[in-house]
């Protein structure tokens, strides 16, 4: 049974940052690209960073890029988004995505998704 458990949400205030982590378990993990989404309420669920298989390959959102930064050590089964410069407009629920296919943006390309974390930045 595949599972995701991300870990790291919580509040902080604008211009603070946070490292989410996700660990990933029942799956090959260096198999899989891996993605972050975001969903704030009563918004549609948001690509926000994605990595291939070895790491070596990311894609970021416009506004995130150069405040956050995916990665992966596949040798623990985790994934991770560094996020700097936080801004209230970034608070949302983040899940933590698993394809079994090269990177993709669409959250319906995603094989698996984690139960999410909070995050909220406050102005």
């Known amino acids: 049974q595949v599972q995701l458990v991300e870990s790291g949400g919580g509040l902080v205030q604008a211009g603070g940052s946070l490292r989410l982590s996700c660990a990933a378990s029942?799956?090959?993990?260096?198999?899989?690209?891996m993605g972050w989404f975001r969903q704030a309420p009563g918004k549609e669920r948001e690509f926000v960073a994605t990595?291939?298989?070895?790491?070596?390959?990311?894609y970021y959102l416009d506004s995130v890029k150069g405040r956050f930064t995916i990665s992966r050590d596949n040798a623990k089964n985790t994934v991770f988004l560094q996020m700097n410069s936080l801004k209230p407009e970034d608070t949302a629920v983040y899940y933590c995505?698993?394809?079994?296919?090269?990177?993709?943006?669409?959250?319906?390309?995603?094989?698996?998704w984690g139960q999410g974390t909070q995050v909220t930045v406050s102005s």
């Open positions: 995505t698993a394809r079994n296919a090269p990177t993709s943006r669409r959250p319906s390309d995603y094989n698996y």
């Open positions: 029942g799956l090959t993990f260096r198999a899989y690209s």
């Open positions: 990595i291939s298989y070895s790491g070596g390959t990311t």
